[in-house]
Every structure is written in structure tokens, then in C-alpha cells.
């Protein structure tokens, strides 16, 4: 008689367990959950609006800046590749940054060689108010792309152009490998993000860095800590 | 005489004929390139683009919404744009100071070896760790690398009261939030990694902000 009971509550509390478990499952698909599963780390994460009307910089659920998007496109390079394949991107989903923008905007410093330390004692202390003047970094990019763990590339650019999958050049060469019979392997999908001002996106660059991860198709925010909200 | 004559006459005729062969063979040779080049631009792979436009999905389940206000920060917390240069004390939603920073240069610092740094603000969310009163900076090996010099063996020559101000508050792994010799630099992106303030807005920020206050950093 025990064994019964301990055997019915035994199947009672797997089968709860196991409609929990899908009822979890299921509700990893919607953007919140997905979200939440970010939000539970310190780490920065960026989200692109189901409308691709915006990308919100988040941390813990709250958002700290927003930045207006012109549209989002996905594009692909390849022949025969036509708008029904490139609309399969489904959403929502997350993406992690794996390879960072070229870092060509960074001021590199770089002394061929170093003189040994002198305490000079008669070298003025820094005075408070004269400022250096440092040599002006280069310019951030409007421009860039980056890889992800999905296999999609993406672009943060002015205009789909801008943010061309391959440059001028390349693309001469890939298509006369082509014709030569040697072509070269498929390039990876791109999602290319528009801003509509090229300083968003000369702002942004820094927050693309490895392990970053962007939520495709999320809600607006929960909480809201920009100035003035 | 008659025959140096017509040799000088010959002349013009043989550079014309020559300027022509070569004006020809450098239309050909464009023509060439020109096709080279366009031909292998429309035969690499043409670019196919679409709208995205994701179909509607599932409905936003109502205890993550909860729980992801659950995550938000409540109380104090102070907001860092890296890239604007502003630093915000915020209570409840409120912003109390909206104050000019600098932070991290992002430039790249390469040792004549194997040593590289990367001036970069940490992002994401920290705590205050701790917070000081007229602190000492113990110059690391960059800031003498930098200068284009061997860091000191002793550790005296690394020992700098000046440059971080009257106060810091400590943001973990070496980063600090502290004032600066340099105020009219404020707003620019300057810095080694740390957040360095305004006289003023140091003692406010020090004054008013707890060890354990959550600093967000994008």
C-alpha cells in the first residue's frame, strides 16, 4: 500500500515536473523570457526592435540609450538568392558578437624603445589646469560589421550600400574565380541595422565586442533610464 | 643634302605614326581592364536584399515580464555614457547630477616586447567597492611605458598623490571613478580606462553615493 502511494506521488510530481519543463520551453520563445535570461548578468546587451525601428542599449532589463533605425534588411550574397530565401530569419532570437569591428578608429601607441626611469627631482610636479594636448584619435567608423555565433554577420551602416557584404575589389575577384570554375565559398548572410544618424553608429562601436549579445525582435523596455524618461 | 632633307622631313611621320600605335595600344589596354572588371564585378556573387520583417511572435509571458522588472535597479544608481562623456546620479528615476566625465581613450598601447594594453571603460554594471579619501596612485607599468620609459624598480617612483584628485571610489579590477588635473578635458574620451569628474561633481558623487551603489557603464 505505501509502495503504491509512493508510486503515485512519485508519477504525480514527474508529470508536474515535466509540464513545467514545457511550459518553460515554450516560453523561451517570447521576447520577455529571452530578455530575462540577459538581464540576469551585469553584462551590457543590445536589442533590435521587432519593427526594426530601433536598438536599445540594456543592462539588468533597463534601458540606457536608444538609438532611431531607418529599417533593418537582411542581405545575402550568392546567385539565384532571391527575397523568399533571405525572409527566413526567424525571430526572436539572441546573437553573441564573436569578432569585434576592424579597430582601425584606435590610436595605437607604440615606442620602439624605452629609456631607463630617472627620479628627477627637478622635474615640476603636473600643474593643475594646463592641460596636454593629445593627438586626436582617429575617427570612430559609421560604418562596420561584425560576426556572430549564428553564422550571420552584422552590420550597423547609414545605408544598405555602406555596409556592402564585400568590398569593391573583392567582388572582381570573387567573380572571376567564379567563372574560372574556382569559386569561393559562400559568404554568411548579413542583417544590416540603418541608423538614421551616422553618429549613432560612430557611438555605438564600442559596445560590439566580443560576447556581447543583441536580441533580435525584443519588446520596448521595462524600465527606462534615460534622461528624462 | 637632298637626302639629310628628306630624313629630317621623315621624322614628324615615324613619331606620329609611333604616338598612335601607343594611344591605340593604351585604349586597348583600358578596354581591357575596364571589361576585366566589370565583367568580374557582376559575376561575384550579386547582392540579394530584403526587408526584414520577423512575423509576429509569440505573446511576452507575463511572469518574465515581472521578473525582468525584478532585475531592474532600484534606489541609487549611477549612470556612465562612455561615449557622450556623462556621468548621472539617479534615485528611483530621478536624476540628481548630470555631471561631464572622461573615460577610457580606447587606444592601444604596445611595449616594445610582447605587452599590449587597451585603454578601454569596462561596461556593463559594477558596484562600488570602496570609496577614499586623497588617494594614492601606484603608477603601473603602463603609465611608464607610455612616457617611453623602463617602469621603476622601486617602488617609490611609482607613488603619484597628485593626479587623482581629493577622492575615489573604487569600481573593481583597478578602475576609479576620480577627479583629474586635467578639467578642461572633461567630456573627452582620455582616460586610461578610469572615470575622472570635476572637482565639484567628485565630492557630490562621493559624498552622495554608498559602497555597493551600482554603477552602469555603456
Known amino acids: ?229 | 643634302m637632298i637626302e639629310a632633307t628628306r630624313e629630317i622631313d621623315a621624322s614628324p611621320e615615324i613619331g606620329g605614326s609611333a604616338r598612335r600605335t601607343w594611344i591605340l595600344a593604351a585604349i586597348g589596354a583600358a578596354v581591357v581592364v575596364v571589361s576585366v572588371i566589370l565583367i568580374g564585378f557582376f559575376a561575384g556573387n550579386p547582392v540579394a536584399v530584403a526587408t526584414w520583417s520577423p512575423p509576429e511572435g509569440t505573446a511576452p509571458d507575463p511572469n518574465a515580464v515581472g521578473r525582468l522588472l525584478q532585475q531592474n535597479p532600484k534606489g541609487l544608481v549611477v549612470i556612465i555614457d562612455t561615449a557622450r562623456g556623462r556621468l548621472r546620479v539617479v534615485r528611483d528615476g530621478v536624476v540628481l547630477r548630470d555631471a561631464a566625465c572622461s573615460a577610457g581613450s580606447g587606444t592601444i598601447l604596445r611595449e616594445p616586447g610582447d605587452r599590449v594594453w587597451i585603454f578601454d571603460t569596462p561596461l556593463g554594471e559594477r558596484r562600488v567597492m570602496f570609496k577614499q579619501r586623497n588617494p594614492v596612485w601606484t603608477k603601473p607599468d603602463w603609465a611608464f611605458v607610455e612616457e617611453g620609459t623602463l617602469p621603476p624598480a622601486d617602488p617609490a617612483d611609482r607613488r603619484d598623490d597628485v593626479s587623482l584628485g581629493d577622492y575615489s571610489l573604487s569600481l573593481g579590477d583597478g578602475y576609479l571613478i576620480h577627479g583629474t588635473l586635467f578639467q578642461t578635458l572633461l567630456g573627452q574620451p582620455v582616460t586610461h580606462g578610469c572615470i575622472r569628474l570635476g572637482d565639484e561633481d567628485l565630492e557630490y558623487v562621493w559624498r552622495t553615493v554608498r559602497v555597493g551603489t551600482r554603477v552602469l557603464l555603456y
Open chain 1, 1 to 229: 500500500m505505501c509502495g503504491v502511494r509512493f508510486a503515485s506521488v512519485l508519477a504525480c510530481c514527474c508529470i508536474s515536473a515535466g509540464v513545467a519543463g514545457a511550459g518553460a520551453e515554450a516560453a523561451q520563445d517570447d521576447p520577455a523570457s529571452l530578455e530575462l535570461a540577459l538581464a540576469r548578468r551585469p553584462a551590457l546587451y543590445l536589442v533590435i526592435g521587432r519593427d526594426g525601428r530601433w536598438l536599445s542599449v540594456r543592462v539588468r532589463g533597463l534601458e540606457l540609450d536608444s538609438v532611431p533605425l531607418s529599417g533593418v534588411r537582411v542581405a545575402r550574397q550568392g546567385v539565384g538568392v532571391g527575397p523568399d530565401e533571405l525572409a527566413e530569419l526567424s525571430s526572436p532570437q539572441v546573437w553573441r558578437v564573436t569578432e569585434a569591428p576592424a579597430e582601425n578608429w584606435r590610436r595605437v601607441v607604440a615606442p620602439e624603445v624605452l629609456v631607463p626611469f630617472t627620479d628627477d627631482e627637478d622635474q615640476p610636479e603636473p600643474a593643475a589646469g594646463i592641460a596636454p594636448s593629445p593627438t586626436p584619435p582617429p575617427p570612430r567608423p559609421d560604418r562596420y560589421t561584425v560576426t556572430t555565433d549564428s553564422g550571420w554577420r552584422l552590420a550597423v551602416a547609414p545605408s544598405v550600400e555602406a555596409a556592402a557584404p564585400v568590398g569593391w575589389w573583392r567582388r572582381v575577384v570573387r567573380g572571376w574565380r567564379r567563372i574560372v570554375g574556382d569559386p569561393e565559398p559562400a559568404l554568411p548572410p548579413t542583417l544590416v541595422v540603418i541608423v538614421a544618424d551616422p553618429d549613432d553608429a560612430r557611438r555605438l562601436v564600442h559596445l560590439f565586442s566580443p560576447g556581447t549579445a543583441v536580441l533580435l525582435g525584443g519588446d520596448e523596455a521595462v524600465a527606462s533610464g534615460l534622461p528624462g524618461s
